[in-house]
């Protein structure tokens, strides 16, 4: 269950998906065979949280009214100049050391030259051949071959660059033209660059979740895929084991996890059909229609020197220092000291995962889910931290086993639940302490998620969900359950050892699920063994 709590954040149905591509396959007539390797690289491009533009002072809030933060340098008029903005340089280092990269003491930035409506310069700021960082490497969590367990596995990182982001074209078709938005020209964007070492949808998407999650972990981008803030471009090409990287295709501007999946899955398998026909792939530009949920052709694919790199020549050299290079006499707010932001680090994903499982000795799946539940694992710490807990591993099955899936059975997040922790918290003293059931704790979820200003114990006096754990009275009720059921008593003492549950199921019948469920199945075990 865990790992399907996990899977959901990033794919609902990955198999199912996979099914209806092989299938759709199939009826085109093409033969997969299992004899292929897909390569997979990765361009992410993520917004830097900032007040401002990468080189200009208009602002950068999201679905602001058309054209409304647009500077004169970002109409690209002549004679205004870029002047960098210190927040985006500083998010650019925190992402750096966090990602475990080379830090450039000294990066250039570059004019790459394309032609586009919503880019009015006709050339983008970026930093192509002198970046500010290069290598690193991140470490995140993937499901294995089965869907069974998570691994870890380590995806290279090439590049960190800092550029500008374009405008945006705005497509009537009904008129037959396009307008152009420059709002969101000029925002700084960081574009990490991996090697092509992914093979799988499955791996390309647990890598993206685990980024996004650094990025908003040390606040330099909020991660919202869905407002364009984190964009990926997937380059795909498959080949035969041994044999050297295939002919790739790149799918660009893919803005959810699940596109992201999709599209990869029915590139990979296009090529494949290709191949084995005897043709070609073209090295181009592809985009996923959601629609259709195949990949479409745009362009060729550009050449390095269709960009004629130069170096931009408004912008002197980006210099960083360290403790021991910071000049004398120079003011702190004129330089950017690396040390200094190195310390402002927060815990990341990959070591909060490691301190979980030494410090409550929680299995790799229970501390996944947690590190992407930030507010869940607020509250969870909070109950441990205020409880004398005999075992802190009730407390973790309870907060994923059956709040998180209370709140995700609703399409909620845990954060807009409403849920106190000194309501999970009561809850797992009174599930700890044998006074409910695990049956009658969602019932009180439900309750609470109604009706966020009860207390469980509240709930519980108003409606009698006292869990039943009188000897008595349950062997009573065992008996009766016995008596009324001859031939499944039959089929149990005959071996048929499955029909027990059935038995149990049918004390918690009659006690609407209250009943204590060890003392049920040790009295009804004894009863049937005598």
Known sequence: MVVRLFMRQFQHNLIRQLKRYSKRAALKGERLESQWETVIGLEIHAQISAKSKLFSGSGTTFASPINSMVSFFDASLPGTLPVLNRRCVEAGILTALALQCRLNLVSMFDR???FYADLPAGYQITQQRCPLAKDGHVEYLAPDEDHRKLVLKRARLTQLQLEQDSGKSLHDVEMSHSLIDLNRAGIGLMEIITEPEFCSAVEAASFVRELQLILQ???VCDGKMEEGSLRVDASVSVRRPSEPLGIRSEIKNLNSIRHLMR?????????ISILESG????????AYDVETGETVSMRDKERLHDYRFMAEPNLPPLRLYTNDTVPNGVPSDQIINVDELRAMLPELPNAKRERLKKQYGLSVEHSNVFVNEPTLLECFEKIVANQNLQNVKIASNICINEVLAAVNKKNIAFSASNLSAESVGELVELVQDEVISLLTLR??????????????KQVIEERGWHQVSNETALENICCQVIAANPKVVDDYRDGKTKVFNYLIGEVQKKLSGQSNVKAVVRIMKQKLDT
């Open 112 to 114: 790459k030259h394309y």
């Open 217 to 219: 972990v040390i606040g």
């Open 263 to 271: 599209s990869i899955e029915f590139e990979t398998l296009r090529q």
């Open 279 to 286: 043709g070609q792939v073209l090295n181009e530009t592809r």
């Open 443 to 456: 019932k009180i979820l439900e309750v609470l998620l109604q009706d966020s200003s009860k207390l469980p």
